[in-house]
């Protein structure tokens, strides 16, 4: 399940709403209106209306899906599917999944990402695949990667204020 809270009048649950086993990624649209939770159990995200907290879709995607992120004028959102080594592409107005993007290379595990100020381009991490992927938006294509190193305890970070890729100190 997953909780709306009005933190800012009473602190209290507001409602309890059902999503997928293992929910892992919450984010929300660029317009604020929804809510979408990744399911890593059901290979699904659960899309919630925030004005009326309940659940209004549910959308497979590929198997371990960890984050959604949106294009700036939320048109599409992207889903990392981590064990398929996929990201999935979905139409938000639509409900559902229109594309999927295979990532190339070995170990590529697509979990979180960013979306550079233009919408052009996508950049996801790939966990043990050492790189961040560069997704060209206009094409879905996987265009390139950039080598980010070995996954220890420092962790990629990207900045979305400003679409940059750095290693935070440990």
Request: charged share 25%; aromatic share 2%; proline share 6%.
């Amino acid at each position: 399940d997953v909780c709306s809270s009005d933190l800012a009048e009473t602190g209290k649950t507001v409602a309890a709403i059902k999503v997928g086993g293992e929910p892992e990624g919450v984010n929300i649209s660029p317009d604020g209106k929804h809510v979408y939770v990744t399911s890593e159990e059901d290979s699904t995200v659960h899309v919630i209306d925030v004005a009326r907290p309940r659940a209004i879709r549910t959308i497979p995607v590929g198997p371990r899906p960890r984050t959604t992120t949106f294009l700036p004028d939320g048109s599409r959102a992207y889903v990392p599917a981590e064990n398929g080594g996929e990201i999935r592409v979905i139409d938000t107005a639509a409900g559902k999944q229109v594309g999927v993007i295979k990532l190339t290379g070995e170990l590529q595990r697509p979990m979180g990402g960013v979306v550079s100020p233009d919408g052009k381009t996508l950049y996801m991490t790939t966990g043990r695949g050492k790189t961040v992927a560069i997704i060209d938006t206009a094409t879905n294509a996987h265009v390139g990667s950039i080598e980010v190193g070995e996954r220890d305890r420092k962790s990629t970070r990207l900045n979305s204020s400003h679409t940059d890729i750095s290693r935070m100190p440990s």
